[in-house]
Every structure is written in structure tokens, then in C-alpha cells.
């Protein structure tokens, strides 16, 4: 074989490429992990000092959350299937308290662990299983993204238009149509992410104050704006927002894919939750999180009617974004009172929606490329990422001309809803909650995480099932009449049915075939139920412990003599209540 021969110049690049490469290897920047190459200090265990996070920090992050145009909008697409709004309402309630149910019981593991999402991820799907995981979520992520900066920007667009009037709705436009957008919207975006672009510097262990602040101005907001469109309408008329005659079986179907439609809303802070409980002090500091999304997101559902409802009495239109309500009031309230209080209601929901963008998106994406790229990317890397990935998505492009592709992004809990049933099955079902937590970054055979060449086929045969069951409606959502009226009922019912038949099944599959628990070098262990919580995962023959937990885990533990069980004696850990 002829051997391939360089140029000078290909060499010289080759080189070059090779020399940056070197250079930002974590290893080189301080940001080295504990267990090699599958790990660096973002995907290891978060240390004592980041976990900062209390239980305000998790109401007030999610409760906070559904402050979105996406939660305010949720409405549109139910009155157009014939729902009237108490039957929204109550939808919206049920998918609370499922979510809420869902979300604590798969924030509780990393509470206890200290890991995120892409290390969580690899006991249950394997550690080259994870991988595929974290890519779906990580590029889901960054196209909403993008989305979500062009909305937050909508508000800016408005702002200015409150400052400079007709001098910027005048602003000649040097964009053909088909770019999607004009030139005025576009500085739009461009001051928009400027704004938020410090904030991917930011670590997310100190990002909860963002989430404090939005909690309180968010609501703020929009009550005050529900409260101007009542009065200065004088009542609402829910009439107008679409059909509300649906009846017998019709109602049941259409409540199904109410149910469906709110969920969708609320993926993100479900799949996402492990990348903030990694930082909580202890895991019961946790259960707000369902708390404040119980009661946030039906109340942002029904203000969004309400004030929807108020604008068509008042305007003759139904508004179901606020920038275009907002747009509405200074076109028919044109005066200095009318602008001020515009410019500081679109503020603070541009705010809001770009500390949403925060949570759902960059902090994951971060996350996600650091999962992928542990020797090259740490989660603020992979954050500047995600911010400059925004612009290369084009999003107004998807928002113009591809509402078959924002459909299928719709469909995102077909694919991720499955996962979190797996998480949560084999987290308190399976494994009783024990971890061990260098078996995380060990990708040897013989690992308790690398099953069958480094992949979970339990989880994974259950991952394929459930997204079959349901996928064929996803083309039906695409070309309504191309595929049969069960396959659109099924996929109507896609959240409860992909979740609850992947829960099961996985669980079977781990009756049939049981996982293991701990390495087999290790000998036999305690496998009652979360006896590895109370050191974090780690056993005295572990040849890497932490610092942090050197007292507690070769100091205060000994082995019992009966079962070679571990009696943890560590008065400090008791003191800080994580027992």
C-alpha cells in the first residue's frame, strides 16, 4: 500500500489543528476530572462548595419557569380542537401533578450522587448507551435555543418601538421576504443576545439567583398585564378564541391531546432537572420543584387565556403571543403613560424568557457537550457554544417557513419521555438507589454500567418500543389524513402511553434479566435500599475518593461482619441533615 504523503502546507495544518486541540484539553486548563477519560470536574461529583442550591433556589427556579411565551400560548392550539377554557384548566392541573410527580422522582438520584444529567444518564442507558441520550437532548436543545432568542427578541422589538415610535417601525428593511425577518427584528436579536450572552460565563451552581428575580418580577408582569386587559375591556370573551362544542367521545380524544400539548411544554425542566439537584444541599431540598410547578403552570395557562380573551373583546383579535398584544396597546393607546408601562411589561417578559432560555437550554447544552467532549468541553464551554450555535440555526428561518419541522420538534416527548421513565425505573426500582459512582466513568467490561458493550439493550429495547408505539402519529401531525385515526388517537395519548409502557417494560426486562449493582471485585455489598446514599456512591476500596469525602468514607465507615454491610458512623454528615 502506497503510503499517503503530505504537503508542507498540509503538514504545517495538520499541526495546527493538532497544537489547538492540545491547548484546550481540559487536562491543560485546570479543569481535569477524577476518573479519566470520561470524566472532567463538570462531570464529576459537585463538591460541598457548589452545592448552593436551597429549596427557594428549586420553587423559585421552577416555579419561574412557566413564565414562557410558551407556556402563555398553550391555550391556542386547545380552543382550535374545540376545548373551552375550565376544560384547559383542569388539563393543565392533571399534567402538573404528574409532571411534579415525575420531576421529584428523578431529581432525587442526583441530589444524592451530585452528577448530572450526562453521568446519570450512563447507569441506565450504559456508558456508550448515554451518548446517544445526551446527542438527542443536547441538539434538541440548541434549536430551541435559537427559538427562544427569537421570541425573548420579539419583546426587545417592541421595547423600541415604545422608545423611538414610528423612527423605528419606520427602519427600512434591506432583507427580501424570504429571509424570514426583517432588518428592525434582526438588531433585535442581535441586542437581545448580546444581553444574554454574559450569562453563559455564568457556572449554573450560581445561576440561581437569575431564577429568584424572575419568580417575583415575572408574575408581577403579567398579572398587571391580565389585570389592564380586564378592566380596560370590560370583561373577557372566551367565545371568540374558537369552537368550545365538543362532546362524548370527541371531548375525551381532544381532553388526551390537551393533556399531550401541555406536556411538551414542560419536557425541558423534566429531562433537565438533574443538571441543577446535583447542587442541592440535601436531596429533600428538592421536592419544591414540584411544588412550583403545580402551581405555576395552570395559573400561566389561564392568564394567558384570560388576557387572550380580554384583547379580543377590546381588539376584535385574539392575541395569542404578548408581543403581538403589547403591539395591539400602543397601536390603539398611543401616549407617554401607555408607552412606559408597554416598555416595562415587554422588559420583564424578555427577561423571563431568556432565563427560561437559561435552564432549557443553554445549561443542558452545556452539559450535554461536556457528556460528549469530556477531554475538550466543560459545561461553560459548551454554553458559549450553544449561545453562538443560536445564530447558526437560523431560528426565524424555522419559524417562517418550516411549521412541519416545529411540529416535529413538538414531538420531542415521544423520544425523551421514554428516557425518564428508564431513569426513574431503574433508579428506585431496580437499583433500590444505589450507585456506585466511579463505575460511572469506568468503560471496562466487567463494569456495573457498561452492560453489553457499553450499552443498557433492556433500556434500549424499551426506548425503541415505546417512540414505535407512537411515532407513526407524528406523520399524521405532519399531513393530518395520512395515516389512520388510531395511529393519531395514539399519538394523542404519546406522553402517557411512551412513558408508561417503557417504565414497564424496562422493568420487566430487568426482572428477566437483572442488572448488576456493584463491581464484582468489589465483593459482596449492600444493595438495601440507597445504602451507598450516605457516602455518595463510594466504598473504601475505591482507589479515587474525593477529598471531601476521605473522612467519611475510609474514616467513618466500617464493614460489618453478617452481610459486609456498610454502618456509617459520620456525625458531621448527620449535622447537616443529609442523612
Not at 457 to 462: H, V
Not at 567 to 574: G, K, L
Request: aromatic share 14%; glycine share 8%.
Amino acid at each position: 500500500m502506497t503510503p499517503i504523503v503530505l504537503s508542507g502546507s498540509a503538514k504545517r495544518a495538520f499541526s495546527s489543528r493538532r497544537a489547538l486541540l492540545e491547548a484546550v484539553r481540559t487536562e491543560n486548563d485546570g479543569e481535569a476530572g477524577l476518573f479519566g477519560s470520561w470524566s472532567n470536574k463538570d462531570l464529576d461529583p459537585s463538591p460541598p462548595s457548589q452545592r448552593i442550591w436551597t429549596r427557594w433556589s428549586f420553587f423559585a427556579f421552577q416555579f419561574s419557569i412557566a413564565f414562557s411565551p410558551t407556556t402563555y400560548n398553550v391555550g391556542a392550539s386547545l380552543y382550535a380542537v374545540g376545548l373551552n377554557w375550565w376544560t384547559i384548566l383542569i388539563a393543565s392541573f392533571i399534567v402538573s401533578f404528574l409532571v411534579g410527580g415525575m420531576l421529584w422522582l428523578n431529581s432525587r438520584g442526583a441530589a444524592i450522587y451530585h452528577v448530572g444529567y450526562p453521568t446519570y444518564v450512563r447507569a441506565s442507558a450504559g456508558i456508550y448507551g448515554s451518548l446517544i441520550f445526551i446527542f438527542l437532548r443536547g441538539a434538541v436543545a440548541i434549536l430551541y435555543m435559537g427559538i427562544q432568542t427569537l421570541y425573548a427578541s420579539y419583546f426587545v422589538n417592541v421595547m423600541l418601538r415604545c422608545v423611538f415610535g414610528h423612527k423605528w417601525t419606520d427602519l427600512p428593511n434591506h432583507l427580501p421576504k424570504s429571509a424570514g425577518i426583517t432588518s428592525g427584528k434582526l438588531v433585535s436579536f442581535l441586542i437581545l443576545w448580546l444581553l444574554q450572552f454574559p450569562f453563559a460565563f455564568v457556572h449554573p451552581s450560581k445561576m440561581s439567583k437569575v431564577f429568584m428575580v424572575k419568580s417575583v418580577i415575572a408574575p408581577i408582569g403579567m398579572i398587571v398585564t391580565m389585570i389592564w386587559a380586564i378592566i380596560s375591556s370590560h370583561g373577557v370573551d372566551f367565545h371568540g378564541l374558537g369552537p368550545s362544542n365538543v362532546s362524548g367521545a370527541v371531548l375525551g380524544w381532544s381532553f388526551m391531546k390537551a393533556i399531550n400539548s401541555i406536556v411538551s411544554n414542560v419536557i425541558p425542566p423534566l429531562v433537565n432537572s438533574p443538571d441543577l439537584t446535583r447542587y442541592a444541599k440535601c436531596p429533600r431540598d428538592t421536592l419544591p420543584l414540584s411544588i412550583g410547578i403545580i402551581l405555576s403552570k395552570p395559573v400561566v395557562v389561564f392568564l394567558g387565556m384570560v388576557i387572550t380573551a380580554a384583547g379580543y373583546k377590546q381588539f376584535g383579535e385574539a392575541y395569542w403571543n404578548m408581543w403581538d398584544l403589547y403591539s395591539s396597546i400602543l397601536d390603539h393607546y398611543w401616549s407617554p403613560g401607555a408607552r412606559t408601562v408597554v416598555f416595562l411589561g415587554a422588559g420583564i417578559q424578555a427577561f423571563a424568557t431568556f432565563a427560561t432560555n437559561l435552564t432549557s437550554n443553554s445549561i443542558p447544552v452545556g452539559c450535554d457537550l461536556a457528556g460528549l467532549f469530556p477531554r475538550y468541553m466543560t459545561i461553560i464551554r459548551g454554553q458559549v457554544c450553544c449561545f453562538l450555535l443560536a445564530w447558526v440555526v437560523v431560528p426565524w428561518k424555522m419559524t417562517y417557513s418550516a411549521a412541519s419541522f416545529l411540529t416535529f420538534l413538538n414531538s420531542y416527548l415521544c423520544f425523551m419521555c421514554p428516557i425518564v421513565a428508564m431513569m426513574i425505573v431503574d433508579y428506585w426500582m431496580v437499583r433500590k438507589g444505589n450507585i456506585h459512582v466511579p463505575s460511572l466513568y469506568n468503560a471496562k467490561p466487567g463494569s456495573p454500567y457498561f452492560y453489553t458493550g457499553g450499552f443498557n439493550l433492556r433500556a434500549f429495547a424499551a426506548w425503541i418500543g415505546a417512540i414505535v408505539l407512537v411515532i407513526p402519529g407524528v406523520s399524521g401531525a405532519l399531513h393530518p389524513g395520512s395515516i389512520g385515526d388510531a395511529a393519531v388517537k395514539i399519538y394523542n395519548m404519546g406522553f402517557l402511553i411512551s412513558t408508561t409502557f417503557a417504565a414497564l417494560f424496562y422493568y420487566i426486562c430487568c426482572r428477566i434479566w437483572p442488572v448488576q449493582i456493584y463491581p464484582t471485585e468489589l465483593g459482596a455489598k449492600d444493595a438495601s435500599w440507597e445504602a451507598t446514599r450516605y457516602t455518595e456512591g463510594f466504598f473504601p476500596e475505591d482507589e479515587i475518593v474525593p477529598d471531601y469525602l476521605q473522612e467519611t468514607v475510609i474514616e467513618g465507615v466500617t464493614v460489618g461482619p453478617s452481610k459486609g454491610s456498610l454502618e456509617v458512623e459520620s456525625v458531621n454528615m448527620r449535622k447537616e441533615g443529609m442523612l
